[in-house]
């Protein structure tokens, strides 16, 4: 489905998202705290780094890392001109460009230059279709430098229905526990039904993906977290 045919490219739904991901996202700062251990520990500090993020909405993600204190420059891609504009306001003390451009561009189009240190990109990959994961994934390994790093948070299905069961609830468990300290009340099974109902939710398993970067040439491939559906996975050209 093409971005602009989405939830996505409504601004009401996407604004929505971001003023409750704290609740609908599980251990979304931690998450954040994770990739930034990951970039400080494995991406060199004390040279210019070149930062890329994919789908990149309000730009919070690549805000966490340029405030690590490397010299970075970093180029943010969204399909949402909305997102954008959030993500230059919240940015605009660093060196970044934007990008307004759909994954089904970047994967059809030449529209990024190559030599990025560490591509990073967070809950957007799981709308795209199993193909296009996979033409995305090889597009991001010839986009990074050798030796750079790809690391992508994202939710992923289950290996099995049981599984898959019990990782809705965990995920009810937190979202409950999360409206309560936060004051709000609206019913998690509409949520969860919302997150399995939408048309642009093509989640894949971790181990297809894992496969899918293992074809594409990444090396050092791992699953970084885990807690439920909610994941983060990448590796290294």
């Not at 970093?74 to 934007?98: I, Q």
Request: net charge negative; glycine share 6%; with cysteine.
């Amino acid at each position: 489905m093409e971005f602009d045919k989405s939830k996505w490219a409504d601004t009401d739904f996407s604004r929505d998202y971001l003023d409750k991901a704290e609740i609908y996202i599980v251990e979304r700062r931690r998450m954040f705290s994770i990739v930034k251990s990951f970039y400080q520990h494995f991406v060199s500090l004390d040279r210019p780094v070149n930062l890329l993020e994919l789908g990149s909405g309000d730009g919070t993600l690549t805000y966490e890392l340029l405030k690590a204190g490397s010299t970075a420059r970093a180029v943010l891609v969204d399909g949402s001109m909305d997102m954008l504009n959030k993500a230059e306001a919240r940015l605009m003390e660093f060196d970044v460009r934007f990008v307004h451009c759909s994954f089904e561009e970047l994967i059809r189009e030449e529209r990024l230059p190559g030599g990025f240190d560490m591509v990073v990109s967070s809950l957007a990959i799981h709308h795209l279709t199993t193909d296009e994961k996979s033409a995305l994934f090889n597009k991001i390994y010839h986009t990074l430098a050798t030796g750079g790093w790809f690391v992508n948070i994202d939710v992923v299905i289950a290996p099995s229905d049981s599984i898959e069961n019990w990782y809705m609830e965990i995920w009810k468990d937190w979202m409950r526990a999360k409206q309560a300290t936060l004051g709000v009340n609206d019913p998690v099974e509409n949520i969860i039904e919302r997150y399995k109902s939408l048309e642009e939710n093509k989640p894949d398993t971790l181990d297809c993906q894992i496969g899918m970067l293992k074809n594409a040439g990444f090396k050092e491939i791992d699953c970084y977290y885990k807690y439920g559906i909610f994941t983060i996975f990448g590796g290294r050209k």
